[in-house]
């Protein structure tokens, strides 16, 4: 990955960290963003911070404007934004829940994609990957905000695949089912942690497929749920 840009989104969080870490140890320049990023949460001299709220439409194209301005070019978008919220039926689902799992599941991915696709068609060899859920695909009760915000997000990346093949682009989606962060171990202290599913496996997926050995891949929806 030396000489590669690749945008973290999330790059502070509980799968995110993990992800910027692994894209610097495969030796890109990681441009990491969230809203409370800061630059002493790398230590690598290949480590930008560029805090951002992204999912205003300001905000995402602000964002890629900073990108663009200090790189000139935007290799790879690893998108990890993502929120949950869950215990409510969808009889019991009030307004502001389910625009915020909209907001920031559906219509960040949409911003920030619009936002970053001008300078990635340019490079002509750019890689998109997002993470979605399990849920996108197997909805359970309680959860149909989530579910159906990770769904709409799935439908866009594959969209976005089949529109941008013409410049060399890919886009694929991550699936992960319960993921071992410190965020689950807390919110689950008795589950059994060894059967989630580790960031580092999502982390190392996501750099194979920004490399040359996963420029075949296009449009994936791809599963990875641990040991259920
Ligand atoms: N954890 C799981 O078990 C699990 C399972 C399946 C799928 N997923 C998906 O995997 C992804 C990562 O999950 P995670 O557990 O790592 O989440 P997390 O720890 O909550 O991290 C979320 C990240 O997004 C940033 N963020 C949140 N809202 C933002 C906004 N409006 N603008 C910019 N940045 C924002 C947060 O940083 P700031 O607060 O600094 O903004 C943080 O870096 C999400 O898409 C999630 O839906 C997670």
Redesign the pocket.
Known sequence: MKGKVVLV????????TYVTQAFLDAGATVVG?????QQSDFESPNFIAIP????SRE?AKVLLDQVAARFSRLDVLAH?????AGGQSVAETDDATFQRMFD??LN?TFLLLRAALPAMRKTGNGRIIA????AAVEPGANVGAYSAS?AAMVSLIRTVALENADAGITANVIL????D?P??RKAMPNADFSKWVQPTSVASLMVWLAGDAGKDMNGAVIPVYGDV
């Open positions: 989104t999330g790059a502070n969080g509980g799968l995110g963003t969230s809203r409370k990023i951002a709220e992204i999912s905000g990890t934004v993502g929120g949950f920031l599941n960040a993470i979605g859920s399990r990770k992960p089912g319960t993921m962060t965020a689950n």
